[in-house]
Structure formats: structure tokens, C-alpha cells
């Protein structure tokens, strides 16, 4: 959930998963963890470079073996609170790859319960390369939520980084080991 700013900031698959690894070793000390926080961020990534829908949904499944063929319908008929990332990461992935939009992408996540604020923080992320940015009618209340130092770092963040959009590469993902 913490991982998206990896994805916007670098712009190379080796870059994102070392740094994704780097930022989930110190909260998620199980290799699960660190998986799911480097699918997170290459999706990022993959959505930068422009990647459509099946690519990313191909890429993710052959990197890092998840199964992203589940429809949404049928995860909610028996998903269950579930922290662990092989819980929540796929389900989150698969939220964004039904979505239209950047809040229809949102919605489905939080759709499935559970970890509803995680697997928006991970669909949101996704959907955010995807689509371009966060809505302002979305962006513009969240940012009002923030005390003035926190604004003031998600904003010099976004001037830094953006959605910066880079040239489509149709490289291997090579997974970095542990």
C-alpha cells in the first residue's frame, strides 16, 4: 500500500523492483511481502509506459505468478478479510483491470471489503499511471484532509514526479532475488 511512489519515480523494471524490495523489507520481512509490493510497482511502471490491460495482466501473471483471470463478481462471493498480500495484491490488480476509470478502479476495490483502504491504496496507484492522474474533484478533497506538511510533501512529490509518461520498452521482467 505504501510501494505506489516507487512506481512514478523510477523508470526502469530493475530500479523498481530493487527500490519496491527496499521500502516493504522493513514492514514486511516475509518474501510474500516484498512480492507484492514489487507486482504493485511494476504495474506502475507497466501502466507508464503504456502498457494495455492484457499486457500488464500478462506480465504480472508470468513475473511474479499470480492468477488474474477471476472476475471481481465472483471474488466477492467469497472473498474474506485477508491481509496477507497474496490476499489483498491480486484482488487489488484485479479491481484496476475491470475498472473504466480511476474512482470506477477505486470502487471495485473497496467492492470486495476486507482490506478495503489497502486495496485501494494498491488500485488506486495502478489506476492513477493508467488514467493519467486522480481526479480533481477526488484529488482536491483528499489534499484538504492533509495538515500543511504533509500537502506540502504530496504536492512537491507530484511536481517532482507526476505521471510522467516513458517510452513503451517491451522488456522481460527479471525478478531481482532475494
Known sequence: MRVSPIGFAFDSIEEVMA??????EVTHSH???????????????L????????????????????????RLD????????DVSCQ???????IAFLEST????AVRNAISLGGDADTMACITGGI????????PDFISVHALGRL?????????EFTARYGNRRIEKRNIPIRRIEQ
Open 31 to 45: 518474501p510474500e511481502g516484498i512480492r507484492g509490493a514489487q507486482a504493485t510497482a511494476v504495474a506502475i511502471l
Open 87 to 93: 490476499g489483498s495484491v491480486p484482488p487489488s490488480i
Open 74 to 81: 465472483d471474488i466477492r462471493s467469497h472473498y474474506e478479510f
Open 147 to 155: 495538515d500543511k506538511r504533509l500537502r506540502a510533501i504530496v504536492l
Open 101 to 104: 476509470n480511476y474512482e470506477d
Open 19 to 24: 527500490q519496491a524490495r527496499r521500502t516493504a
Open 47 to 70: 501502466a507508464r509506459m503504456g502498457h494495455d490491460k492484457s499486457s500488464i495482466r500478462e506480465n504480472l501473471q508470468q513475473e511474479f505468478g499470480y492468477t488474474l483471470n477471476e
Open 127 to 134: 489506476a492513477e499511471a493508467y488514467y493519467g492522474s486522480v
